[in-house]
């Protein structure tokens, strides 16, 4: 058998790389939501109001009040631990 066959036929992953795909995977997240914090609202995909069956009147969405974006999760995590860690 050839050395990339017996490399390919093997399964087995070492927790090591799972371990390092994770700490990967934070990361960029955690950049993701510096970079950019705020997510499109999914009740009004970022429009921030309703339209009327008929489309004349709308009204403000109630999830975001209008604005069309929410803050993501992990920039709340950000802003707490950058604020926990001030105000010591």
């Known amino acids: 058998m050839s050395p990339l066959l017996s490399v390919a036929s093997d399964t087995a992953t070492s927790p090591g790389a799972v371990i390092v795909l994770v700490i990967l995977g934070a990361t960029g997240y955690i950049a993701h939501c510096v970079i950019w914090p705020y997510r499109a609202c ?4 970022g429009g921030g109001r309703f339209r009327s069956p008929y489309g004349r009147a709308w009204r403000y969405c109630n ?5 069309g ?3 993501r999760t992990g920039r709340r995590i950000w802003t707490h631990i950058k604020n926990t860690d001030r105000n010591r």
Do not use: E, I
């Open 63 to 67: 999830r975001c009040g209008g604005r």
């Open 42 to 45: 999914p009740t009004c995909d």
């Open 69 to 71: 974006a929410q803050l």
